[in-house]
């Protein structure tokens, strides 16, 4: 199958699910990044204090958000007469099944911020 039609109603209740999930996720790999990158920071104030270290690199990346693509697709589909639309299969993956181009290496991002 290379396209579907679905009610309009339902991809904008599934794309706020899955924009909400998004955020949730997002917001606890980013407390989880700050707390993670406050840690380092005092270990390395404490050992400049000390007289210890010579060459400080942290190299710990936040997480990212991509709520921009998901208000995109809601500003779409609520500016959209049709009661039906047509969804070609890697916008159903991305808009249903969440599974969007920069799913696999937010995944990682995510799970590396997380401690896991």
Not at 20 to 33: L, N, P, R, V, W
Request: charged content about 30%.
């Amino acid at each position: 199958m290379k396209t579907v039609t679905v009610r309009k109603k339902w991809l904008l209740e599934q794309v706020l699910i899955n924009q909400e999930k998004h955020i949730e996720t997002f917001e606890k790999a980013y407390a989880s990044y700050c707390r993670k990158l406050e840690t380092l920071l005092q270990d390395h104030l404490a050992k400049v204090k000390n007289g210890k270290t010579d060459r400080v690199f942290i190299s710990e990346s936040p997480p990212t958000k991509h709520t921009k693509d998901y208000k995109r697709v809601v500003g779409m589909l609520i500016a959209s007469v049709d009661d039906t639309i047509d969804l070609a299969a890697d916008e159903f993956s991305s808009y249903v099944q969440d599974d969007w181009h920069w799913k696999q290496e937010w995944s990682t991002s995510i799970a590396s911020n997380m401690g896991r």
